[in-house]
């Protein structure tokens, strides 16, 4: 597969076919549209070519945090663990989706159903540092873009529990009614 | 000038070239590099095709509310106006950049400089209704963008004496101490 150089070096992309780093697991259509069926996802900052496997190429950008406040950034900086640890094999690529209903409404509303009343980043503390974690956002590309964010994740596989009950408290949440798509990629390192 | 089809709704093209519906009547480089000196402006949702005249193209998504309250944004939406009234002839484009020190800073931290300390919102309000505003993101465009936000405003040639007040009391205030590039395009509706 050819690689063109990135542009951005904020951008990555998820490429789902039949070659990459990681071994798909299973993909569970969560919510919505599910996404088409793969053996192998590439994780990647450059540009897969057109000749690359089909599949997915999804892809998003790095950006500055949209509700944390200093004390909640400097607690998450203090603890959480970059990616591609050794011991971490397994991973989960999430892309989600939120409804125009989201996108309606104020910051201040936001926030409210984001930390306040969902504890958003409260249970992401929780899974530090067992789970690393990127974000990236899509809903701001040039091309209208099927997902509003990308995540992924990684953690060893000993750790798997912890990523798993991150993910049931998250979406017992009020801000996961605003969810209208997510699809779960599981994954591990080859 | 050919026009492909948009792909996004919500994206707008801004290009400097010797054709468009604003005849440009000055450009400013206000803080930074300057954009290259063009006699027009065209505004469309449509990408120009690569024979369009030389000058500049920039792009950026119209997107959701980053700081503004609920009661705040009920407030602009009830006084706020359309782009394109008939006596509103006057017009300006301006492009912003802000530094990575901006970009580093918590979402309650920018807040604090954006609105109480800065009253971007306030003073915004107060040239309300007689300029007319659409603001577009680039910061997480898909390419490396040259600024973060475009902002496009219309007024009548007899009102831009508020249009001055307010890129005056903006460009005094904390807020801007963040911006490191920044140009201003006056144009007319030709």
């Known amino acids: 597969m050819t690689l ?12 789902g076919g039949n070659v990459g780093q990681f071994a798909v ?3 569970v259509p969560v919510v919505g549209a599910p996404l088409p069926t793969v053996t192998h996802l ?15 190429v ?5 950006s500055h945090e949209r509700y944390s406040t200093r004390q909640e950034k400097s607690g998450l900086v203090a603890v959480q663990q970059t990616l591609g640890r050794d011991l971490c094999t397994g991973g989960a690529f999430i892309p989600i989706k939120k409804s125009p209903q989201w996108w309606a409404l104020s910051q201040d509303e936001r926030r409210a159903i984001f930390e306040d009343r969902s504890a958003h980043i409260h249970l992401g503390m929780r899974a530090l540092p067992a789970v690393a974690r990127r974000l990236h956002h899509c809903r701001d590309l040039e091309e209208d873009a099927p997902f509003d964010f990308l995540t992924w994740f990684d953690f060893s596989p000993e750790q798997q529990q912890v990523f798993d009950d991150l993910l049931g408290a998250l979406r017992a949440t009020e801000e ?7 699809v779960e990629v599981r994954v591990a390192r080859t």
């Not at 063109?4 to 490429?15: E, G, S, T």
């Open 176 to 182: 996961w009614r605003y969810v209208i798509r997510e």
């Open 58 to 62: 999804l892809k998003g950008v790095v």
């Open 4 to 15: 063109l150089a990135p542009n951005n070096p904020r951008l990555w992309y998820f490429h």
């Open 42 to 56: 590439e994780v990647s900052q450059s540009c897969p070519d057109s000749d690359a496997s089909a599949g997915f």
């Open 25 to 27: 697991r299973q993909i």
